[in-house]
């Protein structure tokens, strides 16, 4: 309705906002809200990103594209926790530099985004609404593949991203942030990696590869912690992370293809939000409340097996639906 430039720089100004509560207002109430407007602002640009990337790529290019996207995506979240390691390691005021230079960082973003050519000429006259639409003809690979898919890999990576500091500190009695934050670092940008092997792999096959290496290298990563073992958990969190990369570079691939222009950004911005609300927030909540009553182990051990239950569900049902609309209508890849 509005284009691509201006949701842009609205989820840009939305999380230079959420960084200045976190500055002003230290507490939980603070942090609560900023993490709030973090979480729409970056589905927000995320999907409305991905779609402008793939919308100023010449034919043939834009599968290449939406995986320069996703390969962004898996960098820049691994270079959040391994750069703010450092700063907090070896930095003055680790509380609050952090969070000044992200907000420098979206100043220039800002500006870059700014210059760039709007890619959506047509707009809509309809009154702008907030709200995460998944168009009609795409709702069954939505709900059976993307958002299982999106929320298995996400909690996978919200689980070692939770488990490794504890376990480096804890465990390891490594208190040392910069080592703790590249830990971190590992996880994302192992994925980033995978996906650079593999450029031009099928949406349906990297899925379904990440669906199946995940599940198995997750139970690795719940073992390391009784286990005691550090070689066990960074072997497990890489090859997740890796697998995770895969599920992620099959997820945007996907979308993008299913989705008419005129509806790539909504459909990807539902598909990321689906990602991280259902991957890095429900879930992890109940791990916690039934680590409360069965302890952390049992509790990690459920979401284990869950998840492969529900990456098998996508594998041989889910999957179905994407062929179903192959052959309904064909998906022209360029």
Request: contains cysteine; proline residues 5%.
């Amino acid at each position: 309705q509005i284009g691509r430039r201006p949701v842009l720089l609205a989820a840009i100004g939305t999380l230079a906002v959420a960084q200045v509560i976190i500055l002003s207002e230290p507490g939980l109430t603070g942090l609560l809200v900023a993490r709030g407007l973090q979480g729409v602002a970056t589905g927000a640009f995320f999907g409305t990103c991905t779609a402008f990337l793939v919308d100023a790529s010449p034919q043939g290019k834009r599968r290449f594209s939406s995986a320069l996207a996703s390969i962004s995506v898996r960098l820049g979240l691994g270079l959040g926790p391994g750069i703010c390691g450092i700063l907090i390691q070896y930095a003055p005021d680790p509380f609050q530099l952090p969070f000044a230079a992200h907000l420098g960082l979206l100043a220039i973003a800002a500006g870059i985004v700014v210059f760039l050519p709007e890619t959506v000429m047509e707009r809509g006259r309809r009154p702008i609404r907030l709200a995460l639409e998944v168009p009609a003809r795409e709702r069954s690979v939505f709900w059976r593949v993307l958002v299982p898919s999106g929320m298995i890999l996400s909690l996978f990576d919200g689980v070692s991203l939770s488990l490794i500091p504890v376990f480096t500190v804890r465990v390891l009695g490594i208190t040392n942030y910069a080592l703790v934050g590249a830990s971190g670092f590992l996880v994302l940008v192992s994925g980033a990696i995978s996906q650079a092997f593999v450029p031009n792999m099928a949406p349906r096959r990297a899925i379904l590869i990440g669906l199946a290496v995940g599940a198995v290298a997750f139970f690795g990563v719940v073992a390391a912690a009784p286990l005691e073992s550090e070689t066990l958990l960074l072997v497990s969190v890489a090859i997740t992370g890796g697998a995770c990369g895969l599920m992620m570079k099959g997820g945007v691939d996907l979308t993008t293809e299913i989705a008419p222009v005129e509806h790539r950004g909504k459909l990807l911005s539902a598909y990321y939000v689906a990602c991280y609300l259902g991957g890095f927030s429900i879930p992890l909540l109940v791990v916690g409340v039934l680590a409360d009553i069965l302890g952390l182990t049992t509790a990690l051990l459920i979401l284990a097996v869950t998840s492969a239950c529900a990456a098998a569900w996508v594998g041989i049902v889910g999957i179905r639906a994407v062929d179903y609309l192959r052959r309904a209508e064909p998906i022209v890849v360029s």
